[in-house]
């Protein structure tokens, strides 16, 4: 057993307990000690991964595996890692962990609620470990599918049309996604003996410039309506304000980031020519993105509506700093899906504990809330701070590693986006600074909320765990951008000798 | 007639007698137990279905009227193995008063059909495709109307066989174009004399709408909803699965080995074709309240994906559509299952019914869950292997366009399958289908299906031995 089918096998395992427990109180305390098995498994990967390059292992992935699964397509259960799918893993084991903890108190049908919510984490699990397109888009449906279940029946407001809405429109990118990876696929050899659905092994060749620019856009399209891609972003909003609030944590935190992964993963690194050539388009689309998203979110009143709209802000930069193409955007890209995971799954946590105090999400009926609940409504405010990047914790190192990357790019159209996309942070300080205001100082404006309690023990270690992570980022974000620039040097070059410019 | 001659046709040979069998048998059975016929007959028939995997000879017969070959015998397998599940979902419904003195006419007429389609897939003759086809449409007709006391059941048994008739006669008129073109009905010489002119192709057509009306392809479909509807929920499954695949097969030998030289018409017609059955099956669906008339036009859009897997003419191509076939008969009998269970136990048929199912019978709504999921083709159960493998043996010939189609298709297949996951799973109903539990028979009917779908897409054994099988144009 390799460590890395581990990290699928832990929750195929979790879920079978589950499944066998006859009580349903101990269904929690199985997930939470599966996923804290993961977060564990998770630091002795980062360990093991830091030693193996240390110990001086140049190879592009490392910890391979690979398994020959159906052999007349070639297709193979290959696993591997590099330091951003590493990074990626230990975001994905934080989030979840505290996503065990957020929806400690769920009240109806607890076991398929954990059920659920563990094999999504699963799905997601093994799309980051893998290195075949097969096992990849098959893991990748397999994290979207419960989150039908998860708004449709753990919801609030209209469930069932967010839940229907965002399962389509995922499952839709994910239909172009499919084509795109044939198209890979049976172009991956030049004499069409050895077709392969290995990453590696597909970017030694180079895909014919006909069929990167029909593959592509399908390929970048079908991962970006998850990375909430304009105009393919509208699941977002209704389908994060109606989840239930370890799925919003879980949705916004992590599966929105397979987007931005298989992206930069699958499509750029496979096709770099034309993601060279039709980067403009994208550009615009992402750019919109982060600029409506972020006005999206001024003009909202539900406060899970706000982070969903910033979400797709700091989701479309992500896309726009991969469709840059160089080092330092790319790295401050990945950064970014991390920075953007924890700190926005730390929101949705506390929207969801302040809700489940005060039974409304709706700003103008809030107020006061920090002479009631402090701690929560501080750690509210520190995530708020990171969101809108403030140095020293982590979405600063992320926002101006993307910047600083993005203006580096030759070609005077996209310097001049990048200023464009740079106000969007001033967009965001607006937004941020208005809820803070609105929601935590000033008067209390109901008496009701006058003897709220503060957060039970649970909603602090799920809080903590994420803050502690965010402020590590922001204060050594050395050992995280070192980690992922080194693995995506090999990417890079190969960006770079198929487009000189 | 030899020992060989007796093995090669072995499939056909043991069906005759497994119905005469019964038929006897029914004679000399205690009238007081008669319902233990369908024990008897289903041990029969599973015995015949084990046999039907042990190596057999191969090889034409009767001067090349009837083919044997690796194929066509796993073909006949794969349908075995639907027949028998569906044999043993229809248990419980056979155990009812009114079903009581027509027992062995059930499975008499069922296993006749099966003889037909035995005989219509080993046919390497148009005649003896002819009669196979036949043989297999009839005697469904007067199953369709088995509970002939119900109006809906007999109007289904009168529509089958009036459009079938149709369909036949369609057919037929093209083969006779084809002969007057060739001069011969032997598979292998019309192949051969087979050329571009008009008349041959217009042959060609008529006989592909004959074919088209068996599988329910748009735009010959309009039969398949009412007479779904009509009949007893098994018989439909049985026409959903069975009847079609086996349709499906000759078709697809037909087209691999008779008309490779007017391919790139047939691909243009199963384009066209296919893209109009997926699309109307789906939209259609949509529509449906009856769980029946709902799994009806499923089962046409399911047609729609699986002419995919014939359009490029490829090995991987007939791979994937028998495999298809067959998590196909796991998924569609699991479904069918469902709706037969609650049906048995209730008489609700409607997805409203299903409301709060899984508070009363989570197994049940699991079961379900699981079978559209395969359908819908959501990993990581077998439906999605199967999807995946029509699409590649598309793209592999570059109907990249047709693949996206198709793509989008199960999108829109899969908002009317969460439809009924919803209905089971979150919408509320004040009084939802008794919890009840089902016999024996249908439990174990329900392990096989559910096995099927979780084993045959990660066993990939399966595949790669189907692929062995196959063959391109």
Known sequence: MDILSLFVLIPVLTITAILLLKDTRQVRLVSAFGMGLQLLMAAVLVYLYLSARHAGNIDEMLFVKDYLWFKSLNIHYAVGVDGISVAMISLTSLVVFAGIFASWEVEILKKEFFISLILLATGVFGFFISIDLFTMFMFYELAVIPMYLLIGIWGSGPKEYSAMKLTLMLMGGSALLLVGLLGIYFNSSPDKNQLTFNILEISKVVIPLPAQRMFFPLTFVGFGVLGALFPFHTWSPDGHASAPTAVSMLHAGVLMKLGGYGAFRVAIFLMPEAAHELSWIFIILTSISVIYGAFGAIAQKDLKYINAYSSVSHCGLVLFAVLMMNQTAMTGAIIQMISHGLMTALFFGLIGMVYGRTHTRMISEMGG????????????????????????????????????????????????????????????????????????????????????????????????????????????????????????????????????? | MSLGTFLIMRHELLL???????????????????????????????VITIIGFLPSPAGPLFGGMYVSSGTRLLMKNILNIGALIVFIQSVTWLKKEENSEKISEYFLLLISTLVGMNFMISAGHFLIFYIGIELATIPIAALAAYDRYKNKSAEAGIKLILTSALSSGVMLYGLSMIYGTTGTMYFSEVASLFGNTSLQILGFIFFFAGMAFKISIVPFHLWTADVYEGSPVNITSYLSVISKGAAIFILMIILFKVFPIIMGTWQKTIFVTSVLTMTIGNLFAIRQQNLKRFLAFSSISQAGYILLGLIGGNQLGMASVMYYILVYIFSNLGAFGVVTAISNATGKENIDDYNGLYQTNPKLSLIMTLALFSLAGIPPVAGFFGKFFLFTAAAQQGFYLLVLIAVLNTIISLFYYLLVVKAMFISKNENPIGSFRSDFSTRFAFGICVAGIVVTGFASVIFEAIKNLSFGV
């Open chain 1, 369 to 501: 809330l920090m002479k009631v609940i402090p701690f929560l409504s501080v750690c509210y405010v520190i995530a708020g701070l990171a969101s809108l990047g403030l140095p020293g914790l982590s979405g600063f190192v992320a926002e101006m590693t993307i910047f600083v990357g993005a203006f580096q790019h030759p070609e005077l159209f996209y310097r001049i986006v990048t200023i464009i996309i740079v106000s969007s942070i001033v967009i965001t300080a607006v937004y941020i600074l208005r809820v803070i205001a609105i929601l935590l100082l000033g008067p209390t404006t109901n008496e009701h909320f006058e003897h709220l309690p503060d957060a039970k023990w649970f909603e602090k270690i799920s809080v903590i765990t994420l803050i502690g992570s965010v402020a590590a980022i922001g204060l050594a974000p050395f050992w995280l951008s070192t980690m992922i620039g080194t693995s995506m040097h090999p990417i890079i070059e190969r960006i770079l000798a198929l487009n000189p410019f």
């Open chain 2, 16 to 46: 005759i007698a497994a119905a005469l069998i019964v038929l006897i048998a029914e004679i000399f059975w205690n009238p007081d137990k008669k319902s233990s016929i369908s024990l008897f007959s289903i041990i029969l028939f599973g």
